[in-house]
């Protein structure tokens, strides 16, 4: 048994296949394995809360794992000892989450792109057709990781309490969340997670796509991460396109083709879920 696995930081999808490529069991999801977050323990511990993983852990012969907070050697290393203390018969390979981004949009195992994550993250790369290339280091969420979930919901949450929403879109906000004040601090500072917690609220803005306000902060989101990310590689803008993956891009395909026109970069695929496209390159590299 094969496990192809996508991780965020809110969710880890897992797939098993055998060596032809066919699907042996139901897609499973586990909480997601972000070892720059979590420790070793909690990393274990969402794994073995899957029956079905504990149940079939010594058929597997393989575990290729892409992952957010594996862009760096320790968070990885620490994860693939993780994952090999419970698949002790399989070779694991741990990869950043990037690189499934790349394998799920490229038109060819070869071809040249820029290739943009926005989930519950944010990340962008260069793949040359060989290597990818990083050129800045992540900071984490705090920081970083513009246009992504948890920065969208941390511009609703800013909005709302800041009164720069339309008094509509307040109102709906006020009714899907529990924005006390108390109740975010203690999700924000004294609970795990709190990139995914920041991230559950993007939601709202694909619900309320109609509304001027939201596309105007969907596309400041996107102008902001082209200007801090996609344009770091603008020398070779004029002749790779520019895929995206994760499900912000996914829902955000028209904003992006709006500022992509604007600042000038050529729009590629979307790939809402990366795990889709793994399988066929794996099987394809175990012949």
């Not at 990869?95 to 790349?102: C, G, H, I, N, W």
């Not at 102008?223 to 996914?250: D, P, W």
């Amino acid at each position: 048994m094969i496990l192809i696995v996508d991780s965020g930081s809110t969710k880890c999808d897992w797939i098993s296949v055998d060596e032809n490529g066919e699907q042996l069991l139901e897609k499973i999801r586990t909480k997601g394995l972000n070892p720059a977050i979590l420790k070793k323990k909690k990393l274990h511990k969402n794994i073995s809360k899957s029956k079905v993983l504990m149940k079939y852990k010594s058929d597997v012969s393989h575990v290729f794992f892409y992952g957010a907070g594996c862009g760096t050697p320790k968070p990885r290393l620490q994860l693939k000892r993780v994952l090999e203390s419970i698949f002790t018969s399989a070779l694991v390979d741990v990869q950043e989450d990037t690189m499934a981004a790349v394998r799920a949009t490229i038109n060819h195992d070869t071809e040249p792109a820029v290739v943009c994550i926005l989930g519950t993250g944010s990340n962008c790369s260069y793949f040359d057709g060989q290597q990818l290339h990083q050129k800045v280091d992540s900071l984490g969420y705090s920081i970083m990781d513009d246009a992504s979930g948890n920065y969208f919901g941390k511009q609703l949450i800013r909005d709302f309490y800041f009164n720069l929403m339309p008094e509509n879109i307040k109102i709906s906000f006020a009714e899907k969340y529990n924005l006390d004040a108390d109740h975010i601090k203690y999700n924000l500072y004294k609970q795990a997670n709190p990139n995914a917690y920041l991230a559950s609220f993007a939601e709202f803005m694909f619900l309320n796509k109609d509304s001027d306000y939201i596309k105007e902060l969907i596309k400041d989101g996107i102008r902001l991460f082209t200007k801090t990310m996609i344009m770091q590689y603008k020398n070779v803008l004029n002749s790779a396109t520019v895929h995206f993956a994760g499900s912000i891009a996914y829902f955000s395909q028209d904003e992006i083709h709006v500022v992509a026109a604007e600042l000038g970069f050529k729009v590629g695929n979307f790939a809402r879920r990366p795990i889709e496209g793994l399988t066929q390159f794996h099987i394809k590299n175990l012949k």
